[in-house]
C-alpha cells in the first residue's frame, strides 16, 4: 500500500514538474516575453506579453500528419540555449531600404506519445514574435500535413481590422479567392467573418493601447498559405488550411496538392505577431525579416519606378497599338519608367507590333511591362495571353521572347487560392522570371508574405481591392477613403501593394468622392516596387505644373520611414525619406475636418513645400514650409496632403 501511494505521488510530481516547465524567452530590449509550456491537457500553448500586459493570451500550438499527432499528449524533451540572430540586408521595394534585423531564438524539442519528434523554433525581437515548426523525424515516410492548432488569443475588449476571405470559385469567372474584399474595420474581436470563411493576413487588432498584427512569412512553395478564422472562445482566432477548390490544375488536367507535404523535411511558413505602439508596428520590418535571403540573380535589370497605364480608366477597348504609344509618350512626359500594356495585348496588338512598341519605348528611356492571364482551367476568365505559364517548358518559352524584345517585365492575373500547389505555382514563376531577368507583378492574387526579399524581381502584387473597383461600381467608390486608410495600416505595412492609385479628373458613369489631394497623397504612402498610376493624359493635364513636377521627381525608392500619426481606417500621416529629402503625406477619411499639428523637427532643420486642397476639391495650392516650428494641416473629408522637405 505505502509502495502504491509512494509511486502515485512520484507520478503526480512528475506530472506537476512538466507543467510547471515554462520555457521563457525575451525581446533583446527585456520588453517583450513569450512563455511555451505544456497545458493540463497535454497540448502545447504559449502566451505573449510587452512591458507587463499580456497581448496574446495563452494559445494552442501544434500540428497533426496523417501519421503523427502533436497537437495532444506532448512533452517538451530539450531545447536549445538562446542565441542571437543578427540579419542585415537590403530590399527595394519597401518602407526601408537598409535593415538590421535582431531576435533571441530558441529551439524546443517535442515528443508525442508516440515518441515522434517535432522542433518548434522561437524568435523574439524588439518589435515582435515569430515562430515555426519543423518536422523531419526519419520514423514518418511521407509527411501529409493534416491540421494546425496554432490560435491567437485577445482580451475579449480588443479591437480587429480585418479582411474577409472569399468564397473560392466565387465571383467573376470564378475568380476568388483573391484577397480583394473590403475590411471589417474597428469591429470586436468577437465579430463573425462576414463571408463565413475567415480572414486573411495581415490582421490587425489593437488590444489596450497596444497594437498586434498578425500574419505569416517565409512561403517556400512547400506549404499552403494559411488564413485566420473565428475559434471556439472569445477573443481567439486559429489558423485556418485553404478551400478545397484553391488548388493548380496542370495543363494536362491534373489537380495540384491542396496541403503541405514532404518525403524529407517540412518546414511550415513562420507565424509573426508584431505588437507594440501603433508606431512600432507601421515602422516595423518583421514581415521580411523572418524572409529567405535573395536568391542569386542579375540585379542590373532591377529597377523600381512608376508607371502609365491606360486599363485602369479607359478599359478593353483601349489596348491598341495607337493608345499604347500615346502612353508611352505620357510616360516619358512625366519622366516615368515603364508603361504597362494590359489584357489581350496579343490580339489587339500581337507580337509583332508589340516589338515596335517597345522599341519606340526605349528610343524614349520607358521600359514596356505586359499583361499575362496565369490561368488555366481553374477560372472563367476570357482575357490573352492565357495558358501560356503552366509548365516550366512554357514559362521558358515565352519569357526568352519576351526578353529577346526587350520588354522589362510581366503583370500576371487571375491565380487560384493558397494551395501548396498555387504557392509552387507563384514560386516557380518568379525563379523562371528572375532567370530571364523580368521583373514581376501579381494580379488576382494572394498575400506576398515577404517573398520581395526573397524574389528582388518581384516588384509589386495587388491582393487588394484596388483603385479599379472604385471604377466599377458606386458602392465601391463612396467607402474608398476608409478601405484606403485601413490598407495603409494591414495589407500595405509589410508587402508592397499595387492599388494603382491617382486620378485627379473624371471616372466614367462615377461621382468621385476623394479630393484631388487625397489622391497625390497616395503616391507617397502607398508602397510599391512600381507604382502604376491609374491617371490618364487628358486628367494629368488639369494638374498645375508645381504637381506634375512633385511627381516627375518622386523617388523610386525610399531609404527610411517615420510613422507621424494616424488610425486605421481614420487618419494618416507617414513621413519617407529618400537620400536627404523626407517626403510627408496625410490622408483624412473621417466624415469632419481634421486639424493636425505636425511636429517634423525628426527631418532637421529643412525647408519646402506643401501641396493640398485648394477652394474645391479638385484644385490644389502649394506654399512653403519648413521643419523647424510644428506644422499645421487642415484637411476636409477625403482631402490629404503632401509635403517635400530638403
Not at 88 to 103: N, V
Not at 278 to 286: D, G, K, N, P
Request: hydrophobic share 40%.
Amino acid at each position: 500500500m505505502k509502495k502504491m501511494i509512494f509511486l502515485l505521488l512520484i507520478t503526480l510530481l512528475q506530472a506537476c514538474s512538466q507543467l510547471q516547465t515554462v520555457e521563457t524567452l525575451t525581446s533583446p530590449d527585456g520588453q517583450t516575453r513569450v512563455d511555451i509550456r505544456v497545458s493540463e491537457l497535454g497540448s502545447l500553448e504559449y502566451s505573449v506579453e510587452r512591458g507587463a500586459q499580456p497581448l496574446v493570451l495563452p494559445s494552442s500550438l501544434g500540428l497533426q500528419f496523417t501519421d503523427a499527432d502533436f497537437t495532444q499528449g506532448v512533452k517538451i524533451t530539450s531545447r536549445s540555449p538562446v542565441r542571437q540572430v543578427r540579419d542585415h540586408y537590403q530590399i527595394l521595394q519597401g518602407k526601408r531600404r537598409d535593415i538590421r534585423y535582431q531576435a533571441n531564438e530558441q529551439t524546443i524539442a517535442i515528443a508525442n506519445a508516440r515518441q515522434q519528434q517535432l522542433t518548434l523554433v522561437f524568435r523574439v525581437s524588439d518589435d515582435g514574435v515569430a515562430f515555426r515548426y519543423v518536422f523531419k523525424d526519419s520514423s514518418v515516410a511521407n509527411k501529409q500535413f493534416v491540421r494546425e492548432s496554432t490560435s491567437f488569443r485577445l482580451a475579449d475588449s480588443a479591437k480587429a481590422w480585418l479582411q474577409p476571405m472569399a468564397v473560392a470559385q466565387s465571383g467573376w469567372s470564378n475568380t476568388n479567392p483573391s484577397y480583394e474584399e473590403h475590411y471589417q474595420i474597428d469591429v470586436p474581436v468577437t465579430t463573425e467573418a462576414s463571408l463565413g470563411q475567415g480572414w486573411v493576413f495581415p490582421a490587425l487588432f489593437k488590444s489596450h493601447d497596444q497594437w498586434v498584427v498578425i500574419s505569416e512569412v517565409g512561403m517556400d512553395g512547400s506549404w499552403h498559405g494559411s488564413h485566420l478564422q473565428k475559434g471556439t472562445a472569445p477573443g481567439q482566432y486559429t489558423i485556418a488550411p485553404p478551400q478545397n477548390d484553391e488548388i493548380f490544375i496542370a495543363a494536362n488536367g491534373e489537380k495540384g496538392a491542396l496541403l503541405a507535404h514532404a518525403n524529407k523535411e517540412l518546414m511550415s511558413p513562420w507565424r509573426i505577431i508584431a505588437l507594440g505602439s501603433l508606431a512600432q508596428v507601421m515602422e516595423s520590418t518583421l514581415g521580411t525579416d523572418l524572409a529567405a535571403p535573395a536568391i542569386a540573380l542579375d540585379t542590373s535589370a532591377i529597377k523600381p519606378g512608376h508607371s502609365s497605364w491606360s486599363w485602369a480608366i479607359l478599359k478593353d477597348d483601349f489596348t491598341t497599338f495607337e493608345v499604347q504609344k500615346k502612353f508611352i509618350d505620357y510616360a516619358a512626359d512625366m519622366h516615368w519608367d515603364y508603361t504597362l500594356i494590359d489584357a489581350d495585348w496579343d490580339k489587339k496588338i500581337g507580337y509583332e507590333k508589340l516589338k515596335q512598341l517597345v522599341d519606340y519605348a526605349a528610343k524614349k528611356n520607358i521600359g514596356i511591362l505586359v499583361w499575362y492571364n496565369s490561368s488555366g482551367s481553374w477560372n472563367q476568365t476570357p482575357y490573352g495571353p492565357k495558358s501560356q505559364l503552366l509548365t516550366h517548358e512554357q514559362r521558358t518559352a515565352e519569357f526568352s521572347r519576351l526578353r529577346e524584345m526587350g520588354v522589362k517585365g510581366v503583370k500576371i492575373d487571375f491565380f487560384g487560392g493558397d494551395g501548396q500547389s498555387f504557392m509552387a505555382y507563384y514560386i516557380d514563376i518568379l525563379t523562371d522570371a528572375a532567370a530571364h531577368n523580368l521583373l514581376v507583378n501579381f494580379h488576382g492574387a494572394t498575400l506576398p508574405r515577404g517573398w520581395q526579399r526573397t524574389f528582388p524581381n518581384l516588384m509589386t502584387m495587388e491582393s487588394i481591392k484596388g483603385f479599379e473597383f472604385t471604377t466599377f461600381s458606386q458602392a465601391d467608390q463612396d467607402p474608398v477613403a476608409a478601405h484606403v486608410v485601413t490598407a495603409l495600416f494591414t495589407r500595405n505595412i509589410f508587402d508592397p501593394m499595387d492599388y494603382t492609385p491617382m486620378v485627379f479628373g473624371d471616372i466614367p458613369n462615377i461621382k468621385r468622392v476623394t479630393e484631388n489631394s487625397f489622391e497625390l497623397a497616395q503616391s507617397v504612402l502607398m508602397l510599391s516596387g512600381i507604382q502604376h498610376f491609374a491617371e490618364i493624359p487628358e486628367g494629368m493635364a488639369t494638374a498645375p505644373g508645381y504637381v506634375k513636377e512633385f511627381l516627375r521627381n518622386l523617388p523610386r525608392q525610399w531609404d527610411d520611414v517615420k510613422f507621424i500619426d494616424g488610425y486605421p481606417g481614420k487618419f494618416a500621416v507617414i513621413a519617407r525619406r529618400a537620400g536627404d529629402a523626407w517626403y510627408v503625406a496625410g490622408i483624412n477619411a473621417e466624415k469632419g475636418n481634421k486639424a493636425l499639428s505636425l511636429d517634423l523637427s525628426f527631418v532637421g532643420d529643412k525647408k519646402g513645400y506643401l501641396i493640398t486642397s485648394g477652394e474645391t476639391g479638385r484644385s490644389f495650392i502649394q506654399q512653403a514650409a519648413n521643419s523647424k516650428s510644428p506644422t499645421t494641416v487642415e484637411l476636409r473629408p477625403s482631402a490629404g496632403f503632401v509635403m517635400v522637405l530638403k
